[in-house]
């Protein structure tokens, strides 16, 4: 059984927390297990034991077409509006930052670093005020300052970007890229390409 989430520690783990918030910040999508998986990097049948907690409470909603199970948030539910808040605010940045990056001509990486991405790996503290992105390689300045601005605005905190070039990050050589590695990073997935 996965440790309990210390982003939003109302939550059995963070894998919960991962595919809420992908819903709820995507609440107009419909999303197949299949999909879910893939995107949470674990089995279907476990995204399955999941979603059938979450319909249960009727949290999430569920549409079958022919052997597909098709998911997406119940907003409709009284908690949606409540609970989209909470999920923006710990989890999103697991829902939202990958497709905005993804966008942005430039990115060869991106990582969450800092008091979010230890609280993601489980280490204690207080609840992360903002958000340090790590982005590898040449992205266009002004592009990054407008993604993280729709970030800030999705997810409700400052979003601080620093870029550096793969050389860089590479090397090993940075007093703040070695601080950075030797703490916890979550990498973004930028596949959203």
Known sequence: MQAQSRLLPLLRSPLVGELLAWLFLHPDEQYSVTELAHRLHVSQSTISREVDRLSEADVVREERRGNLRLLRANIDNPLARPLGELLALTYGPVAVLGELLAAVGGVDEAYVYGSWAAR??????PP???IDVLI???A???DLAD???AAEQRLGREVNVHQVSARAWGSGNDPFLTSVRARPLYPIDLSER
Request: net charge negative; aromatic share 6%; glycine share 16%.
């Open 120 to 125: 993601y790996a489980g280490e204690q503290g």
């Open 128 to 130: 992360p005020r903002d």
């Open 136 to 138: 590898v390689g040449a």
């Open 140 to 142: 266009d300045e002004d």
């Open 147 to 149: 993604a993280a601005r």
